[in-house]
């Protein structure tokens, strides 16, 4: 089972950084943006838009008395043949 998850976190980190999000690659953005809404749908989503920018504040409870957070972005910048992979 530890394995499964191992791989499915590699799996779907990878696929994230095949997204091409750089300035004004909007498409990219958001096809990034709803992968990661697809994964996580079975947690409480909130989606808000900041300065134009769209934001996600997914938690598995209503409850807005949160112990951990983690923050992320999913902007980057442009790398010169670059190819993801594993090193494990």
């Given at each position: 089972?530890?394995?499964?998850?191992?791989?499915?976190?590699?799996?779907?980190?990878?696929k994230?950084?095949?997204?091409?999000?750089?300035?004004?690659?909007y498409?990219?953005?958001?096809?990034?943006?709803?992968?990661?809404?697809?994964?996580?749908?079975?947690?409480?989503?909130?989606?808000?838009?900041?300065?134009?920018?769209?934001?996600?504040?997914?938690?598995?409870?209503?409850?807005?008395?949160?112990?951990?957070?983690?923050?992320?972005?999913?902007?980057?910048?442009?790398?010169?043949?670059?190819?993801?992979?594993?090193?494990?």
């Amino acid at each position: 089972m530890k394995d499964k998850i191992l791989n499915e976190i590699v799996n779907n980190t990878i696929k994230l950084m095949k997204y091409k999000t750089i300035k004004n690659e909007y498409n990219e953005f958001d096809k990034a943006y709803n992968f990661i809404k697809s994964k996580l749908e079975k947690y409480n989503i909130n989606e808000y838009i900041i300065n134009n920018y769209k934001n996600l504040v997914i938690s598995n409870t209503n409850d807005k008395n949160l112990d951990i957070i983690f923050c992320a972005h999913l902007d980057v910048v442009p790398a010169n043949n670059y190819m993801p992979r594993c090193l494990r």
